[in-house]
């Protein structure tokens, strides 16, 4: 039976979100519905709310989420009702080229559940934000979309591994490929750049220097295991970058702020033959001008990371097995926790840069 919950929608561009009733029908084939445990606040919510994304509105907001299986459709076997998982926007088909050929994280048809929500109100269809809509007490998904991981892990914690904070350690640890022994740059130091910190730091980084242009940042930064901090609204970062490596640069600079002249400073900042990685996503606006000469000339990669370039199945259990070992402090990214009628104020204070991430939690 279609079920009645509580679920956070943005109702049309620029408006106010509000709680509205939401009806959540029984999973069909190859489809689960979850019981939302908890749902991080991200930039991307804020996007849709502002119609940046695609005018589909009413949009169910939410998408960075742990929860309980309720129940699964027909031909699911990977997750079962009780099953404790956290919820990803990219479930893998296994038949795309990128799959066929061993590279699923980046598969090219990734799915989501086929039923739609709706509101109880008027039946109009919802657009639940990345294929999730968490904000709610209880959502339908892909089941792929379910990554099944050790229920230990507190529920706030493990459902920002579902965006963000993958995005950030994947930037580090999947396409910068940083090793042990490497010097990291990070240039933006929110939620996800902070999470390049930790990914770089668990993947044995030596030297790893947080660049933002906010003081507040680096100091969070600096918690969470950066060795050096630059404030580049005062420094040149690209100077205080090689100064800090011998002359030479980084060998993984990693732009987490999306903009043309952080990317510039990432290009100029990194050792000859070095790795840059784009995580920070661009507005459609923007454009990068650099010479030719010096992509050729200073060698190396200049990569973008989509979803840390991740592979749910492979990373997510492993994450929370390394934090519940002690050994990747997630708990550094939860600045607070807040109920579902919070959203709208946590909007604000996401605006204000006052948090790494609010977590409602249900
Ligand atoms: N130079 C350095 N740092 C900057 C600059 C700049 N010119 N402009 C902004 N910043 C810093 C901000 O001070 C902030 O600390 O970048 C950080 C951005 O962090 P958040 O706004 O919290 O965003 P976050 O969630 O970390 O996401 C960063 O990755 O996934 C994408 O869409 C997301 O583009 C966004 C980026
Ligand atoms: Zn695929
Ligand atoms: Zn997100």
């Given at each position: 039976m279609a079920q009645e919950v509580r679920g956070v929608i943005a109702p049309g561009k620029n408006e106010p979100v509000r709680i509205e009733t939401i009806v959540v029908p029984d999973p069909g084939p190859g489809e689960a519905v979850v019981k939302v445990q908890a749902c991080g606040v991200c930039h991307t919510d804020l996007h849709y709310k502002q119609g940046g994304i695609n005018d589909d509105f009413p949009f169910l907001l939410g998408h960075e989420a742990s929860g309980v299986v309720e129940s699964v459709g027909e031909g699911v076997t990977d997750v079962a009702p009780g099953d404790f998982v956290i919820l990803n926007w990219r479930a893998v088909c296994g038949n795309c080229r990128a799959c066929r050929r061993g590279r699923p994280w980046y598969c090219f048809a990734t799915h989501n559940a086929e039923q739609k929500m709706t509101l109880a109100s008027t039946g109009q269809e919802l657009s639940p934000a990345l294929g999730i809509g968490a904000f709610a007490e209880k959502t339908l998904v892909a089941a792929g979309q379910c990554t099944k991981v050790d229920p230990a892990a507190s529920p706030a914690v493990a459902g920002l591994l579902g965006c963000g904070v993958m995005a950030g350690i994947g930037a580090a640890i999947n396409t910068g490929n940083v090793g042990r022994g490497d010097s990291v740059a990070v240039i933006g130091c929110g939620g996800v750049g902070d999470a390049a910190i930790a990914g770089s730091l668990l993947a044995g980084a030596e030297k790893i220097i947080a660049v933002d242009i906010d003081d507040r940042k680096l100091t969070t930064a600096k918690k969470i295991g950066a060795t050096h901090t630059v404030n580049s609204r005062e420094t040149d970062p690209v100077e205080a970058i090689r100064e800090l490596t011998g002359g030479f640069g980084a060998d993984v600079v990693i732009e987490a702020v999306g903009r043309p002249e952080t990317y510039q400073q990432a290009f100029y900042a990194r050792d000859l033959a070095g790795t840059v990685v784009l995580v920070g996503v661009p507005t459609p606006d923007m454009k990068l001008e650099l010479p030719l000469l010096d992509v050729f000339g200073r060698g190396g990669s200049l990569k973008s990371s989509w979803y840390g370039d991740c592979l749910p199945s492979r990373d997510f259990p492993m994450l929370i097995n390394l934090y519940l070992q002690g050994?990747?402090?997630?708990?550094?990214?939860?600045?607070e926790t807040i109920a579902l009628d919070d959203v709208e104020k946590a909007f604000e204070r996401m605006h204000a840069g006052d948090v790494l991430r609010s977590v409602v939690t249900l």
């Open positions: 050994r990747l402090d997630l708990e550094a990214f939860v600045t």
